[in-house]
């Protein structure tokens, strides 16, 4: 699972794991660089990218 910097905590990524879910996320300040952390920026232009170019497709910024 991908998530943001705002979804941590030992608890959390120990449920995760219960369940055979690996959570992949950049490092919060302080943290030691996470695995996958350097193709986060290139993903996250890549997702806005789609994201505007859907919006233009379908019209939704224009009521």
Avoid at 26 to 42: D, H, V
């Amino acid at each position: 699972m991908i998530g943001d910097k705002n979804y941590f905590g030992r608890t959390f990524e120990h449920e995760l794991a219960q369940q055979g879910i690996q959570l992949l996320r950049s490092a919060r300040k302080g943290e030691q660089q996470r695995s996958g952390g350097s193709l986060f920026k290139p993903l996250r232009q890549v997702i806005e990218s789609v994201n505007e170019t859907f919006k233009g497709h379908l019209n939704l910024e224009q009521h």
